[in-house]
């Protein structure tokens, strides 16, 4: 039943390295409710800017965000023209939400980051 017992060793280090290698996978899930209102404010900050509020959808934007896009007047120039050409929101919907595997995935890197797919439909112009 048993490996002969000069190959146990090997066997509970097989083991030890599958739970190394699986058990951050498992282990890195935020608890529902932070999933739930993170979406709910990425949500909200959609339809302000599907309903034309770019200066509020920058306003209560987070910091990060503010770093990586440019400032306010071309935020709110650059996100009319986008908008304009991809005509208006008809759907959009949670799909799923996905953890990083990795921290080097994630920029900056944080202990609780995730992301969420949230893919829309547009009617064109």
Same mark, same amino acid.
């Given at each position: ?64 965000? =503010?770093?990586? @896009?440019? %400032?306010?007047?071309?935020? +709110? ?10 005509? #208006? ?13 990795? =921290?080097?995935? @994630?920029? %900056?890197?944080?202990?609780? +980051? ?10 064109? #112009?």
């Amino acid at each position: 039943m048993f490996p002969p017992r000069k190959y146990r060793i090997h066997a509970f280090l097989i083991l030890i390295s599958l739970v190394i290698i699986f058990y951050p996978q498992f282990s890195r899930k935020p608890d529902q409710q932070r999933i739930d209102d993170s979406t709910v404010v990425a949500m909200s900050f959609l339809e302000q800017v599907d309903s034309g509020q770019y200066d509020q959808s920058w306003q209560g934007a987070a910091d990060y965000l =503010k770093e990586q @896009v440019p %400032p306010l007047n071309d935020w +709110t120039t650059k996100l009319k023209a986008v908008r304009t050409a991809a005509g #208006k929101n008809l759907e959009r919907r949670k799909r799923k939400i996905s953890i990083p595997k990795s =921290k080097r995935m @994630v920029s %900056p890197p944080r202990e609780n +980051t995730w992301s969420i797919s949230l893919p829309q439909s547009l009617r064109i #112009k």
